[in-house]
């Protein structure tokens, strides 16, 4: 994969997350995805923020759809830079990518703000890129989290 397709990829994943176009970022995931936000330790078996596959993508955009998760009534007003992107291996048809990002969140209560380092297996599928699996590591998830109920 090349760097600059890959870095695209990234900046066009961001901005529908924090448009909140759910569908066209719901389209971005392989069948067999996993997307992972860990609470405090690096084992998928304990606690989790998120641990989705692609079915539990799919539910929780339908959540998000019907304008009654309260905790996203109204919509967070999102915005996150993506920087510091790195290719970090390459592996048959798969690439691991790395880059950190600072998100915004303003809500009715304030604005808050959300940073962490995500790390994404990313595949071509039919000659465009897609998301096999994404983590993201908050750099504060040792902590007691507020709500996330918005796509990170």
């Known amino acids: 994969m090349e760097f600059a397709a890959v870095e695209q990829f990234l900046y066009r994943e961001a901005r529908l997350a924090d448009q909140h176009e759910y569908r066209a970022w719901e389209s971005l995931w392989t069948d067999d995805a996993r997307y992972w936000v860990p609470a405090g330790s690096d084992d998928p078996s304990d606690m989790s923020v998120l641990f989705d596959n692609r079915a539990r993508i799919s539910t929780r955009i339908r959540q998000l759809e019907t304008g009654k998760r309260h905790a996203q009534v109204p919509l967070s007003m999102l ?3 993506v920087s510091n992107v790195e290719l970090i291996a390459t ?3 798969e690439t691991v990518v790395g880059a950190n990002f600072v998100l915004a969140e303003s809500r009715e209560e304030g604005l ?7 790390t994404y297996v990313l595949r071509e599928v039919d000659g465009d890129i897609r998301m096999a699996a994404k983590t993201v590591e908050l750099v504060n998830r ?3 989290l507020p709500t996330l109920a918005f796509l990170i």
């Open 112 to 118: 808050r703000t959300w940073v962490g380092r995500t």
């Open 91 to 93: 592996d048959g048809e």
């Open 79 to 81: 915005c996150r830079v």
């Open 142 to 144: 040792h902590e007691p």
